[in-house]
């Protein structure tokens, strides 16, 4: 039977969609833009909205996965309810969400409304599955990616912050896992990378997968804010980014097993994102 994949052309939905093709299952691609979305020949790519359930269709499908964060966040619980009712409704059996850490740690104004859509997944009556990654390594080429390019550094606030950065590759793999195999029903996963790592060593590694030295220099709070603001971030969400990082300074996040228990291996490390985004993490020629 076939699987959804919403939000197929994201960060993890690619890879998600290259994992089930791997696997032999056929696939149906969710995208605002099929004529753009390059995905792998014989996968179904369809043109769809997450906002607009009631338009798509759930015929001949048995799995879904799904990315609340697509979701308009003013309409996100009536637009889930829509969406996976009908899913259910037309016979899907399995959901696996995208969610997120914050979810697990209560974090105030952020968690509530992807809390909401995991409650909703979970009294659909389909087998269910929540993964809940925190920091996305690939977020750090929109914060770190031009001072890398030019100048082979790193500027941030807390040189001494921890992180578990995730590779969006893993996360997919969970994801397949979940989707492909019976045992991952009823769980919510908290996933991370396999190292903790502060900023200073963060861009050690990337260093390290780039084979060049990357330096590290210290913003104050208000800089690193201004910087997240000139790369395109709402003053909440630098605001919101910075508070985490500060969180972290003082109370470090910790390493998940759960990649591991899930995969039966080890975690792709910074240094190995960093490897495989080297094309946007080098300098044009």
Do not use: C
């Not at 770190?144 to 590779?167: K, M, Q, T």
Request: charged residues 20%.
């Amino acid at each position: 039977m076939t699987i959804l994949v919403t939000g197929a052309t994201g960060t993890v939905g690619r890879h998600v969609v290259d994992r089930l093709v791997a696997a032999g299952r056929p696939v149906r691609a969710l995208t605002r833009n099929p004529q753009t979305a390059a995905l792998p020949d014989g996968v179904d790519v369809v043109q769809g909205d997450l906002n607009r359930p009631g338009e798509l269709s759930f015929d001949g499908l048995q799995g879904v996965f799904l990315v609340p964060g697509i979701f308009d966040p003013a309409h996100a619980t009536d637009r889930a309810h829509a969406f996976v009712s009908r899913a259910v409704a037309a016979g899907i059996t399995r959901i696996v969400s995208l969610t997120s850490s914050g979810v697990t740690g209560r974090r105030a104004g952020f968690y509530q409304t992807l809390h909401a859509v995991e409650q909703i997944v979970e009294t659909s009556g389909a087998a269910w599955t929540h993964l809940r990654p925190g920091e996305f390594a690939v977020n750090k080429l929109d914060f770190w990616a031009e001072s890398i390019r030019a100048a082979d550094l790193v500027r941030n606030a807390y040189p001494d912050a921890v992180g578990v950065p995730i590779h969006e590759g893993d996360i997919a793999d969970v994801a397949a896992i979940a989707l492909l195999q019976d045992g991952h029903a009823g769980r919510a996963y908290d996933l991370t990378g396999p190292q903790a790592l502060t900023h200073r060593e963060q861009a050690e590694a990337i260093g390290a997968g780039l084979g060049r030295a990357i330096a590290f220099e210290r913003l104050t709070y208000g800089q690193a804010r201004q910087a997240y603001i000139e790369a395109g971030l709402p003053m909440e969400v630098a605001e919101f980014i910075l508070g985490y990082q500060a969180e972290y300074a003082e109370e470090p996040p910790s390493v998940s097993p759960t990649f591991e228990q899930v995969t039966g291996r080890k975690g792709r490390t910074l240094a190995q994102w960093a490897a495989d985004h080297a094309a946007e993490l080098t300098p044009a020629a």
